[in-house]
């Protein structure tokens, strides 16, 4: 027998953490390093200089929609569409520029390499793709910090990435323009677009449980995999 909506079991179900609804303003972004960095002139390899300027520096991410083309039958009567494959999709990031113009003299450079305006050829393939991570985070989970200060246990809640995009092979194909005015300052941004060969979503949140059940982080735990930041893709990636 159906029942009326009732606003009182939406916000049971919403306010048990499992299914409250996320918020877009909580994320961080993870470039793999493409070989072709060894070969640009003039660029200095900082591996954490390039972590923080790709991830804390990105000022939003477009994940791409996932479409199934489809063709047409009709025997008799009314048609019908079956599939028959997917299209190409690309990832968009935008990136706050800074007065050292980090990332626009390393995009230039990583574009020059793989398809230098001066000369007729490409670069190879693997060198100049690689890999994108993309995880989605959410305050207050169920893993717990804790520390004693002056005989006190004092527990706070951690983020926790529950949902992660891997991107594979990619490699930028434009960079957005950039807009210099005589109006009213605001920070300078820069649009990049992405080919890739295809991505995985996995989320970390499965079951219930997954949020409300509480576990205090201790040396015994592998911080980084139960917080989604494990690296073995075979655990974090469906096929």
Known sequence: MAAPNSFTVFKDIAGGGYSEPTLGNLYSVEFGLP????????????????????????????????????????????GRKYATGQTENQLTISFMMTKSGWHRNFFEKWMQKIAPDSENRVGFYDD???????????????????????????????N??????????????????????????????MNMLFNFE??????????????????VITENLDVAQALGLGTDTNTQFGI
């Open 160 to 189: 926790k990435a529950v949902g992660i995009y891997q991107f594979t092979k990619c490699y930028p194909v434009n960079m957005g323009g950039l807009e210099f005015a005589n109006d009213a300052g605001g920070v300078l941004k």
């Open 198 to 215: 295809r991505y995985r979503f996995t989320t970390k949140v499965q079951k219930p449980k997954d949020w409300t059940d509480d576990k």
């Open 35 to 78: 070989a072709i960095t060894n070969y640009i002139p003039g660029f200095e390899l900082d591996v954490q200089s390039w972590y923080n300027h790709m991830n804390y520096f990105s000022d939003g991410v477009s994940i791409p929609s996932r479409n199934i083309t489809t063709g047409d039958i009709k025997n008799f009567g009314i």
């Open 128 to 158: 100049y793709t690689t890999d994108i991570y993309v995880r989605k985070w959410e305050r207050g989970s169920n893993y717990l910090n804790h520390v004693k200060h002056g005989g006190v246990d004092y527990f706070s809640r951690m």
